[in-house]
């Protein structure tokens, strides 16, 4: 067997353990959008046979085939035999470990999950509420030796899981790890644009932008037409002087434009010093917004004009 000094880090063997845990993960969804238009309840009443399949064919093509998970391939590690020692590799996962290491892996979390089908089925059903209570009482004892260990692992970097402890194997690297190269050029870029993004998430709640647009439009980029303005000109009723179209439910400011209601009281609630974009009339208070009132011209009027 090896001396120790190829033992993976902590950090390696948790990454291994999320790795393996996404990747039952994705193929799970990658399964669930195959069925994604499929009318039939085939995935929720087949559930726990369909993760213990996937798990399986994972198992087959990791521990089987490769003596490691495949989170723990990526990460060039492997498990090392350090309970039964087999004739032809000793070092390396024995076949009867491969074994038991499906068994707990794929048997034990699918019992639990078809106990009460398999009690109907054995027609155990006087005993339905012992069997219910040893399987809570299994699965508590369960996470409190799973928390055991965890705290163990972090002390002594050996066997992450209770499973690992159980069957006597250890993950490790297969050859010797050369010096790592640590750099925090990453982390500093990282946590700069962090910061950076909570600034903006804190600032921007109170820029008022509706006012700054105002302001430019009025300020910075001044309406050519303001100059060849002339109130004398007939009133255009048919276009809004913030957005252009038809005007809805038509309000008057004092000049000698039209806004669409919704135009002029949005942009007054947001910005209170809004003024007109065409001739620059500001609102002085809310009630100076009026409807527009049409004056029909007289009959007088058109016998004066013929």
């Excluded at 063997?13 to 039939?40: C, G, P, R, V, W």
């Amino acid at each position: 067997m090896s001396d120790g000094q190829n033992v993976a880090l902590r950090v390696s063997q948790l990454d291994a353990a999320e790795l393996d845990t996404e990747i039952l993960s994705m193929t799970k969804n990658q399964l669930s959008k195959l069925f994604k238009y499929h009318q039939s309840n085939f995935l929720a009443n087949f559930e726990p046979e369909i993760e213990a399949g996937i798990k399986l064919l994972l198992w087959k093509f990791s521990i089987n085939t490769m003596e490691s998970t495949l989170g723990q391939a990526m990460l060039s590690l492997k498990y090392r035999n350090e309970r039964f020692p087999a004739a032809t590799s000793p070092d390396w996962i024995s076949r009867r470990q491969k074994i038991l290491y499906a068994c707990l892996l794929i048997g034990c979390p699918w019992l639990r999950d078809r106990s009460h089908d398999l009690v109907r089925l054995l027609r155990l059903d006087k005993w339905r509420d012992n069997v219910q209570q040893v399987i809570k009482w299994v699965e508590t004892g369960f996470k409190l030796a799973t928390l055991a260990n965890f705290l163990v692992f972090l002390r002594q970097g050996s066997y992450m899981s209770v499973l690992e402890r159980l069957l006597g194997i250890r993950s490790v690297f297969p050859q010797q790890q050369g010096m790592r190269q640590v750099t925090f050029e990453y982390m500093t870029r990282e946590l700069l644009w962090h910061g950076f993004s909570e600034f903006l998430f804190f600032i921007l709640p109170l820029v008022n932008f509706q006012k700054v647009k105002n302001f430019v439009l009025q300020k910075i980029l001044p309406s050519a037409s303001k100059s060849a303005l002339s109130h004398n000109a007939p009133r255009d009723f048919t276009s809004c002087a913030v957005c252009g179209d038809w005007p809805i439910r038509a309000q008057e400011i004092g000049c000698h434009h039209v806004f669409c209601y919704f135009c002029i009281h949005s942009n007054y609630k947001a910005d209170p010093g809004f003024a007109c974009p065409l001739c620059s009339q500001k609102i002085g208070k809310e009630r100076d917004i009026r409807s527009v009132t049409i004056v029909p011209r007289s009959n007088n009027d058109d016998d004066d004009n013929t």
